[in-house]
Nanobody
Framework: QVQLVESGGGLVQAGGSLRLSCAASGRTFSTYDMAWFRQAPGKERGIVAAITWNDGYTYYADSVKGRFTISRDNARNTVYLQMNSLKPEDTAAYYC??????????????????WGQGTQVTVSS
């Protein structure tokens, strides 16, 4: 089990930016696929972005393409989500997730083993 701790959420006006961070415990962070999911009240949790460990492949949900960027710093055991041009519809709890094996689609939450506690992002209009 790897402990994941998110930070960086908050309240921002539409058009603004935030950077989320997710720090992972353990010594094999570089071999994990990492992802960000989000869940708004009354809605199902969905993928935001993912990054694989071996080739750095990145995936983005259509709703955030061109606005969000996922990156990782293996030396710091940290994955980031840079969010620009934020919209009110981006308001949600954002969760960091990890999977130790690249099995199945990166968009499937069921393929991720460990999850953070979440950080709230609220975008005002």
């Amino acid at each position: 089990q790897v402990q994941l701790v998110e930070s960086g959420g908050g309240l921002v006006q539409a058009g603004g930016s935030l950077r989320l961070s997710c720090a992972a415990s353990g010594r094999t962070f570089s071999t994990y696929d990492m992802a960000w999911f989000r869940q708004a009240p009354g809605k199902e949790r969905g993928i935001v972005a993912a990054i694989t460990w071996n080739d750095g492949y990145t995936y983005y949900a259509d709703s955030v393409k061109g606005r969000f960027t996922i990156s990782r710093d293996n030396a710091r055991n940290t994955v980031y989500l840079q969010m620009n041009s934020l919209k009110p519809e981006d308001t949600a709890a954002y969760y960091c997730a990890l999977r130790p094996r690249s099995v199945g689609s990166v968009v499937l939450g069921s393929t991720y083993r460990d999850w953070g506690q979440g950080t709230q992002v609220t975008v005002s209009s």
